[in-house]
């Protein structure tokens, strides 16, 4: 699964503080100040739940204020982590569940596991969201796996999208299963982290067959659930790729090709060869598989 980023807690903390304290004025400024120094002087547990769930009622519900630069600086502190999206109120909760002090990992554990508990939806998306920047990280795969099974989108969001934890940390096994369910749950690809590093010759199979299943069912595909094969895929890939430059679509057309040239074997330069023009106008267009997947999204949203 590679390296996996190292975290420097109090770089995290600081940088999430001055968002918040940037953003927040008079009464809501002071008061998570004032719980922030009140949890680090004398960490309890129920003063920490009590905060917690307190957020809201504070702080307000409304978004967080993001600068490109601070997109910059909050991937400089820890690699993958984007808080494009986040609300005040998750941003204050991750800081107050990263600023709290745990005398060791099996206190961490028993407080993690008390929040999660108790946790209502939009709290468990906070919870989630933090966990590339939480300690301890080793000892949250099964939460994460938990939060993966969630039939409700917008947990499973903030376990699946912009977060590289699952990236870093899940087995073979958890991470095709979480693709799968991201396609299935029709969610955008394109925001899941580390997609084609973590491309297998399983997955690969599993996303062939889904498609399969897909078309014989006379139901459409998005374009870009071919991005995850990245350069694994067996010798029969290629006529789904061939019924892809088929449709009548461009957005199909041209994940064939950008499949065909992630696999870089050669099957897929033959395959290009053959679609000569197409895999021109490709380049030409300098098309990308973000573009085709926020066109798929869009393109969805619309026809429901």
Sequence with gaps: MGSVSQVDNKEITEFLKELLIRQLHGSASQWLSTR???LQQNPQRRDLYLTFSAVPRFLGKGQLELTGEDLKQAENIRKGFNLTGWTVPQAARVLIVCSYSYSNPESFI???DQLFGAAEVSELVA??????VLPYPEKLKARASEGIRTNMSVVFDAVVLNNPYPSEYLNEEAWNQMVLKALFMERPLYRIYGLERRSNLNLSKM???YAHERWVAGRSTS???WRPIG?????SIYQDLERLVSMDDPDQQAAAVLAARALNTRESQA???QNYSLAQQVSK???TWDEIGRRWMTKHHQMN
């Design 223 to 225: 374009p870009e659930m």
């Design 36 to 38: 922030l120094e009140s």
């Design 231 to 235: 350069d694994q895929g067996t010798i």
């Design 271 to 273: 395959f290009l060869d």
């Design 127 to 132: 919870l989630y969201s933090a966990l590339p």
């Design 285 to 287: 267009k300098n098309t």
């Design 207 to 209: 996303i062939s067959n």
């Design 110 to 112: 028993e407080v993690l």
